[in-house]
């Protein structure tokens, strides 16, 4: 049954809440369906002329039936994605505390840069000649990560943080390669409290894994890595600071002990947001190292992108760096697209990667300027550690309770014996207004709450989400159960049925009569 606006009338518990209302909208919290189950093929929103006579080509294969795109009026159609996104939840209506993610302020100067027409405007096929300017940003931008990281090349083009670790994976294979240790250095290490595109970056292009245990500290420490090195290692992935929160102190030692043997030394730089301005990977020892732009750097990011992930190389892999890159073309800049005696393994990408990722990046480090990139990242620290300080009377921390780097990680050992678990923990949070916390990562620590709360928030806004942990934290040990086992419960759909969604995926849309049929 469909209801006066051709929204279906299912069954309250298919959308999680009794309904209370006729049309089951509540106030402002429109009940949207999809557009194609708005079921209105005759409208259009467009006045296209017929087209004027002309022979098909199709060889008599030409469609039977109605094509059946779903039809609105322009209001209507306005109307379906505006309320669509207002049922989104961005750093941009509230605070976002997940961690790994760096959910920070995109500055609204960084928008109004990347839609300058030289740099919106511009397309790739365009004679290099007149796209100089852009050529310019990207060589200036290439310049600050090279600076910021004490790094000797930078490859621009990668398209995503794992897209970068591929770069710089791709780099380390084939500078083994060219020392002809290929057939015997088929090893990468990886701690076990690494991001998961880790591993699976080394896998994908070959390598075996074998995982790196960190120590009661929560740290990797040299003489488990040492005791893993050998011929047969090609590279140690490991992110600093690590994903726990914490900075791996004995970073210079291990990059040293695996040069010595040998092996090279990727470090994933997603959480170089805590660190910019105040240490650099090259003074580490650190071979490759991709840098999230749309973390470190503030362009925006979730929902799929576009992101962009840069790639930072030391001398050594340095000639081993993807196609294309900028080089000094007379007075002007090229984009090299092949080199002789090619060492490298060509291109990450079509084109030269994410131009308008690249403007807003820069905007942000020119408008910050070196000092207050460094403050950028001592406030998320401090911010971080705030709520750390605030909550670790009551939450538990893995490691005891000492201070953090950008990002704070509390465990569930302090929720035994109440039957709440990190789960429900964090959907209530959602009913206080908030993006829920990371949870249950790193794999590592059990229950994990992994919380960056980014330097964005404001003393206000941290002292806000501080009073709704607690308050939430003191119902759990008081018993409130119920509060927990149904949360979120102000949410236009409640706890989904994850396991029926994975085991019995509905991929494809069926038009709703099918569905009735199919319900009966
Ligand atoms: C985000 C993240 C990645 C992957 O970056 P994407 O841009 O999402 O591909 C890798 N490692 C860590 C630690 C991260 O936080």
Same mark, same amino acid.
């Given at each position: 049954?469909?209801?006066?606006?051709?929204?279906?009338?299912q069954?309250?518990?298919?959308?999680?809440?009794?309904?209370?209302?006729?049309?089951?909208?509540?106030?402002?919290?429109?009940?949207?369906?999809?557009?194609? #189950?708005?079921?209105?093929?005759?409208?259009?929103?467009?006045?296209?002329?017929?087209?004027?006579?002309?022979?098909?080509?199709?060889?008599?294969?030409?469609?039977?039936?109605?094509?059946?795109?779903?039809?609105?009026?322009?209001p209507?159609?306005?109307?379906?994605?505006?309320?669509?996104?207002?049922?989104?939840?961005?750093?941009?209506?509230?605070?976002?505390?997940?961690?790994?993610?760096?959910?920070?302020?995109?500055?609204?100067?960084?928008?109004?840069?990347a839609?300058?027409?030289?740099?919106?405007?511009?397309?790739?096929? /365009?004679?290099?000649?007149?796209?100089?300017?852009?050529l +310019?940003? +990207? /060589?200036?931008?290439?310049?600050?990560?090279?600076?910021?990281t004490?790094?000797?090349a930078?490859?621009?083009?990668p398209?995503a943080?794992?897209?970068?670790?591929?770069?710089?994976?791709?780099?380390?294979?084939?500078?083994?390669?060219?020392?002809?240790?290929?057939q015997?250095?088929?090893?990468?290490?990886?701690?076990?409290?690494? %991001?998961?595109?880790?591993?699976?970056?080394?896998?994908?292009?070959?390598?075996?894994? /074998?995982?790196?245990?960190?120590?009661?500290?929560?740290?990797?420490?040299?003489?488990?890595?040492?005791?893993?090195?050998?011929?047969?290692?090609?590279?140690?992935?490991?992110?600093?600071p690590? $994903?726990?929160?914490?900075?791996? *102190?004995?970073?210079?030692?291990?990059?040293?002990?695996?040069?010595?043997?040998?092996?090279?030394?990727?470090?994933?730089?997603?959480?170089?947001?805590?660190?910019?301005?105040?240490?650099?990977?090259?003074?580490l020892?650190?071979?490759?190292? %991709?840098?999230?732009? %749309?973390?470190?750097?503030?362009?925006?990011?979730?929902?799929?992108?576009?992101?962009?992930?840069?790639?930072?190389l030391?001398?050594?892999?340095?000639?081993?760096?993807?196609?294309?890159?900028? =080089?000094?073309?007379?007075?002007?800049?090229?984009?090299?697209?092949? *080199? #002789?005696?090619?060492?490298a393994?060509?291109?990450?990408?079509?084109?030269?990667?994410?131009?308008?990722?690249?403007?807003?990046?820069?905007?942000?480090?020119?408008?910050?300027?070196?000092?207050?990139?460094?403050?950028?990242?001592?406030?998320?620290?401090?911010?971080?550690?705030?709520v750390?300080?605030?909550?670790?009377?009551?939450?538990?921390?893995?490691?005891?309770?000492?201070?953090?780097?950008?990002?704070?990680?509390?465990?569930?050992?302090?929720?035994?014996?109440? %039957?709440?678990?990190?789960?429900?923990?964090?959907?209530?949070?959602?009913?206080?207004?908030?993006?829920?916390? $990371?949870?249950?990562?790193?794999?590592?620590?059990?229950?994990?709450?992994?919380?960056?709360?980014?330097e964005?928030?404001?003393?206000?806004?941290?002292?806000?989400?501080? +009073?709704?942990?607690?308050?939430?934290?003191f119902?759990?040990?008081?018993?409130?159960?119920?509060?927990?086992?149904?949360?979120p419960?102000?949410?236009?759909?409640? *706890?989904? #049925?994850? $396991?029926? =969604?994975?085991?019995?995926?509905?991929?494809?849309?069926?038009?709703?009569?099918?569905?009735?049929?199919?319900?009966e």
């Amino acid at each position: 049954m469909l209801n006066n606006q051709g929204r279906s009338t299912q069954p309250a518990e298919a959308h999680g809440a009794a309904r209370e209302t006729f049309t089951g909208n509540r106030a402002l919290d429109i009940e949207e369906s999809l557009i194609f #189950d708005q079921n209105r093929f005759d409208t259009t929103g467009v006045d296209v002329d017929e087209p004027a006579p002309f022979s098909d080509r199709l060889g008599g294969m030409s469609r039977a039936s109605e094509l059946e795109l779903p039809g609105l009026s322009e209001p209507e159609m306005v109307r379906h994605y505006v309320r669509l996104s207002r049922k989104n939840y961005s750093i941009d209506t509230g605070m976002f505390p997940l961690g790994s993610c760096t959910m920070k302020h995109n500055p609204r100067l960084n928008e109004k840069m990347a839609r300058l027409p030289g740099f919106g405007d511009v397309h790739p096929l /365009q004679p290099q000649s007149t796209v100089q300017g852009a050529l +310019m940003l +990207m /060589q200036e931008l290439s310049r600050w990560l090279i600076e910021l990281t004490n790094m000797s090349a930078v490859a621009l083009s990668p398209k995503a943080g794992a897209h970068g670790e591929l770069a710089g994976m791709m780099a380390i294979k084939a500078a083994i390669a060219s020392r002809g240790e290929d057939q015997t250095r088929k090893t990468v290490l990886v701690p076990d409290s690494a %991001h998961g595109t880790n591993p699976a970056t080394a896998a994908l292009i070959g390598f075996d894994v /074998q995982s790196v245990p960190a120590g009661e500290d929560g740290l990797v420490h040299p003489a488990a890595v040492k005791e893993k090195l050998g011929p047969h290692v090609a590279a140690i992935m490991l992110t600093n600071p690590n $994903t726990c929160g914490l900075f791996e *102190r004995e970073i210079v030692e291990i990059a040293a002990a695996v040069h010595e043997a040998g092996g090279y030394f990727y470090c994933d730089g997603a959480n170089f947001n805590a660190i910019v301005g105040i240490a650099r990977p090259g003074d580490l020892g650190v071979d490759a190292m %991709h840098i999230n732009l %749309h973390k470190t750097f503030s362009t925006p990011h979730g929902g799929g992108g576009p992101g962009s992930g840069p790639v930072v190389l030391s001398e050594r892999l340095a000639a081993f760096a993807p196609l294309p890159f900028l =080089a000094k073309d007379g007075e002007g800049l090229k984009l090299v697209e092949e *080199r #002789d005696g090619n060492q490298a393994f060509g291109r990450m990408t079509a084109f030269q990667g994410q131009m308008g990722m690249y403007v807003r990046a820069l905007s942000y480090i020119l408008s910050h300027g070196s000092d207050g990139l460094r403050q950028a990242s001592q406030d998320a620290v401090l911010n971080a550690n705030y709520v750390r300080a605030c909550l670790s009377d009551i939450f538990s921390q893995p490691f005891g309770d000492r201070a953090c780097m950008h990002e704070v990680l509390f465990d569930e050992t302090w929720l035994k014996g109440t %039957h709440v678990s990190t789960l429900d923990f964090a959907k209530a949070l959602i009913d206080e207004g908030f993006h829920p916390m $990371t949870v249950y990562f790193p794999l590592v620590v059990k229950g994990a709450m992994l919380i960056e709360p980014t330097e964005s928030e404001s003393r206000a806004s941290l002292d806000l989400f501080v +009073m709704a942990m607690r308050d939430l934290a003191f119902r759990a040990l008081r018993g409130d159960e119920e509060r927990f086992a149904k949360a979120p419960r102000f949410s236009p759909r409640a *706890r989904l #049925d994850e $396991t029926r =969604a994975a085991r019995n995926p509905v991929l494809k849309w069926k038009k709703r009569e099918a569905w009735a049929e199919a319900a009966e």
